[in-house]
């Protein structure tokens, strides 16, 4: 008979008990074919609750949100229309969304991040910097054009700067159906309640005049 040492015997025994609550933590497959979103409803841990199947329509499943351009006339000259759960219900649960956003001539989507997903872009029209900065603190940046694509991982610093002559169109996908944006400039700059000017002094290493110009340039 195989003896085994006791130190060597307690780990097998730890990694046994370990593995199912290792195998349960795994998101499960779906157990419906679709579990379209009840927007009336309070929201859950992960998704709203699903319409009853006979309250479901066609409708439920299209989307004609992003065929529409959007209006650029503010600071940053840029648009997002989402097609996210809450615009479009047959996504709860389904771990997809999209955005379309619209560029006006030397528009900026500022800096932000997705706390909740990963975001991949392909440019439909126009020219295109896009930049995004790892946690290392290492910029990656391109100038891209129509047809050309790009990846930014989940949480990450990005930004897209229309450098091209005229508008601007590019449409982006995220694996959630809610991704959320951390839009930077408004989330220091115009919060509610205000971040303490002590904070944003310290941060950035500059006066109390340089925090309240720029936080006046975001009142409303």
Known sequence: MISMPPFQLLCTLIGLLLLPLHISSADPDPLQDFCVADLKAPTSVNGF???????????????DGLSKEGNTTNIFGWSVTAANVLAFPGL?????SMN????????LNPPHSHPRATE??????????VGFVTTSNVFHSKVLT?????VVPRGLVHFQLN???GKALLFTAFNSHL????VLP??????SPSIPDDVLTKAFRVGNDVIDNIKSKFSS
């Open 186 to 191: 408004t989330t220091l700059f115009a919060s």
């Open 92 to 96: 709860n649960s389904l771990g997809i």
């Open 49 to 63: 609750p699903c319409k009853p199947e006979a309250e479901v329509t066609s409708d439920d499943f299209f989307f």
């Open 146 to 150: 129509a047809g050309q694509m790009f």
């Open 100 to 107: 379309r956003v619209d560029f006006a001539a030397g528009g």
């Open 120 to 129: 991949t872009g392909v440019v439909i029209e126009g020219k295109l910097l």
């Open 163 to 165: 450098v091209g002559e």
């Open 179 to 182: 991704p959320g944006s951390a």
